[in-house]
Nanobody
């Protein structure tokens, strides 16, 4: 079994910062891409950022320049540093990872349970 657990969400004022963490645990042989998505109630889940195992990150246009994604491969953990937060960043943030559980297994998509981020004064 593989689990992804997000943490670090909360309530912050516009212009503030938050740092989200996503820790993968369980039967893990290798982790490929890790990513963050977000979803507002009643809307589709949208891509936020992703990072390869080699550390190359990509971002949605809406967060480019404000969010920074990083990862610690030794700890199977990814981070999302969110600065200059706006009310429109309010959403549930989900971690996604593509993981191989053993050397013979195929790559599989895993999702965390989500963490609420609310930007409000």
């Amino acid at each position: 079994q593989v689990q992804l657990v997000e943490s670090g969400g909360g309530l912050v004022q516009p212009g503030g910062s938050l740092r989200l963490s996503c820790a993968a645990s369980g039967r893990i042989f290798s982790i490929n891409t890790m990513a963050w998505y977000r979803q507002v109630l009643g809307k589709q889940r949208e891509y936020v950022a992703s990072i390869t195992s080699g550390g190359s990150a990509n971002y949605a246009d809406s967060v480019q320049g404000r969010f920074t994604m990083s990862r610690d491969n030794a700890k199977n953990t990814a981070f999302l540093q969110m600065n200059s937060l706006k009310p429109e960043d309010t959403a549930i943030y989900y971690c996604n990872a593509v993981i191989k559980s053993n050397v013979l297994a195929g790559w599989r998509d895993y999702w965390g349970q989500g963490t609420q981020v609310t930007i409000s004064s």
